[in-house]
């Protein structure tokens, strides 16, 4: 009975929504119940994690059909703690969105939309079967839709329509995948297929559907060639969504290359090489791209396509020290990208602007601010003790482990140019002097809302930069979390056998 | 048959390709269509094609005598047809509003986001 505990976080979130809908025009009661069930969401998910810590691999068989036939749900470290992060930045951002967005969009079902985005988001770490994982992407892409256009601004609109397109063509490929695999196996069930796939004679059909996954989840983890959806889209809807976007959306695609290289298509060397070539590139595109950026959110957005290609490199070496790593930076990424879009809203809302050139000041008005700021950005550089440091041994002592130097040299090109631009970001927004900027009439500046308001805005900072903080500072314990997880992956035997164990 | 279904599939799928990449947002989505289909199709296909002989154990028997059409293939495509009638009806409001403020239906002319602001 205990066992299902692990759906819990999942149906909460779709109650969750569903009770919103109930309060269509009561926005107050809407932001209330928001976060209140974000609350209870993060408590439920923490006790998830919690048993699933102590207790191991947990399984679900939906409706009772014993796996392989049936869809199952099942909880491995990685899962749990996935969803862990999910409950987390949805309790930021939903306080964020609380105070940020505007009435006009939550009008019209930003919150139930929200949690329909959060419920697809758990589902698609918790499922252990492969079309159960397209139906969740799927929600998580229309719920992805509905808030990137909601408001319908010019540059929301085109942004949606190029976002739509390619994530929609991502969809599709992955279907086919799924085709050309159910074809060659006749399974669905992850664990069921990691045996069946090995023992599949016509190899050259298994490569072109594993190469077939890597492109449909590499467009949503937004890696080289198939990223340029997301710079032209991540900056135009409001902060609270980019931020859930840029925190979450691109990493549930790095979670199921993960799944599915750590369990289906397992120790293919030519699958490695490409995927070191192609973390190389994403690295290389993505730091140059943010170099040239004026708009702060377009930098974040070019900052994630680079540091997707350091998980996409551990991936790629696929030795159990390198996935502690990837593990490692997964945890730290979705808090510190989370945060970082959030802090390109209070900066807008502050100065009606995201220019860097533009902007300036902030060091000399708002100190305090400033150094909150201070926490995200340079964690996101790495600056040892904080967060993004440590991923980065593992990754670059593995590199030199096994000989791949030219991934090293890009990570530490990738860790250097981070740092310029940051520096830059940094001299530009809050040292340099503070310019004139004409003021917009209709715009609600930040000095002018009430102090309730400026909570909203400050308060899910300052939860995340405390949670990157003790990433920091705690990294022996996620360092802990990472190598089981680590372990877990690589020896996906005792995965397999929970999932196909029905008694 | 199969081979009749693969050309189909073959088709469609190059056809829905090349539709998206025309520079109209309204051949963009029947490119999505066409794409979907063919995606649909190939599921039911890789199925393996079995006919006449429903998946239902006789009445005498406790398990299939014979081999019988998978159900599974058509309960994915069912769910696939679903969610992808979802994504175009989207896809088409989504096109309509777009035409309605940016005035153009060219996807070239939309650079409103690539503008350095």
Not at chain 1, 8 to 27: A, E, G, R
Not at chain 1, 325 to 346: A, P, Q, R
Not at chain 2, 91 to 103: E, G, M, S, T
Request: glycine letters at 8%; a neutral charge; charged letters at 10%.
């Amino acid at each position: 009975m205990m066992q299902q505990l692990i759906i819990y976080p999942l149906l909460f979130q779709l109650f969750l929504s569903i009770v919103l809908m109930f309060f269509w025009n009561k926005i107050n009661a809407q932001k209330v119940i928001s976060i209140a069930g974000s609350i209870i969401a993060v408590i439920l998910s923490s006790y998830v994690f919690y048993y699933v810590w102590e207790n191991g691999t947990q399984k679900v068989n939906a409706g009772n059909w014993d796996a392989p036939f049936g869809i199952v749900f099942v909880a491995d470290t990685l899962a749990v703690t996935l969803v862990l992060l999910t409950a987390l930045s949805g309790l930021a951002v939903s306080i964020f969105s609380a105070g940020s967005v505007i009435k006009d969009r939550l009008r019209f079902g930003y919150f139930p939309i929200f949690h329909f985005l959060l419920l697809g988001l758990t589902g698609a770490f918790l499922t252990g079967d492969l079309f159960n994982l397209y139906v969740w992407f799927e929600i998580i892409i229309i719920s992805s839709f509905v808030l990137i256009t909601i408001g319908g601004e010019k540059a929301q609109l085109e942004g949606a329509v190029k976002y739509f397109t390619l994530n929609i063509l991502a969809s599709t490929i992955f279907l086919t995948a799924i085709a050309v695999l159910y074809g060659l196996t006749g399974s669905l069930n992850m664990a069921d297929l990691a045996g069946k796939v090995a023992a599949v004679e016509n190899r050259g059909l298994v490569e072109v559907a594993a190469i077939l996954f890597l492109i449909g989840f590499g467009t949503k983890a937004s890696i080289f060639p198939l990223y340029f959806w997301l710079p032209a889209s991540y900056h135009t809807p409001p902060a609270a969504v980019s931020a859930i976007f840029g925190g979450l959306l691109t990493k549930v695609g790095v979670y199921a290359l993960i799944r599915v290289f750590t369990l289906i298509f397992v120790g293919d060397v030519f699958l490695g090489e490409i995927l070191m070539v192609l973390a190389i590139l994403t690295i290389f595109s993505g730091g140059v791209g943010a170099l040239v950026q004026n708009n702060v959110r377009k930098v974040f957005s070019y900052l994630i396509i680079c540091h997707i290609g350091y998980m996409i490199a551990g991936l790629g070496m696929f030795t159990e020290i390198a996935i502690t790593g990837v593990i490692f930076y997964l945890i730290h990424d979705i808090m510190v990208k989370t945060n970082l879009f959030m802090v390109s809203g209070i900066i807008f809302k502050i100065k009606s602007s995201n220019s860097m050139r533009a902007l300036g000041g902030f060091y000399a008005n708002y100190p305090k601010l400033s150094l909150l700021i201070f926490i995200p950005l340079f964690s996101l550089v790495g600056i040892p003790p904080l967060s993004g440091f440590w991923p980065k041994i593992s990754l670059i002592g593995e590199g030199f482990a096994t000989e791949n130097y030219w991934t090293v040299a890009a990570i530490i090109f990738a860790s250097f140019i981070t740092l310029v631009i940051i520096a830059k970001l940094w001299a530009e927004v809050f040292w340099k002097d503070a310019k004139e900027i004409p003021e917009k009439p209709k715009f609600e500046y930040f000095s002018d809302i009430s102090k309730a308001r400026k909570t909203q805005f400050i308060l899910p900072i300052v939860f995340l930069s405390l949670i990157s903080l003790y990433i920091g500072f705690g990294a022996e314990h996620i360092q802990l979390l990472s190598s089981r997880i680590a372990n877990e992956l690589m020896n996906s035997q005792q995965y397999i056998d929970t999932v196909l164990n029905n008694s | 048959m199969e081979i009749l279904l693969a050309i189909l599939v073959g088709l469609l799928y190059a056809s829905g390709i090349y539709m998206i990449l025309r520079r109209s947002l309204v051949k963009l989505i029947i490119g999505i269509i066409l794409l979907g289909n063919g995606a649909n199709l190939l599921i039911f296909l890789l199925g393996r094609i079995t006919k006449g002989l429903p998946p239902i154990i006789p009445e005498n028997s406790k398990v299939f005598l014979e081999a019988y059409a998978d159900p599974v293939p058509q309960a994915l495509i069912l769910t696939a047809i679903v969610i992808s009638f979802g994504l175009q009806s989207f896809a088409i409001i989504l096109v309509k509003r777009a035409h309605k403020v940016v005035r153009t239906d060219d996807l070239d002319e939309m650079n409103a986001t690539d503008e350095d602001s």
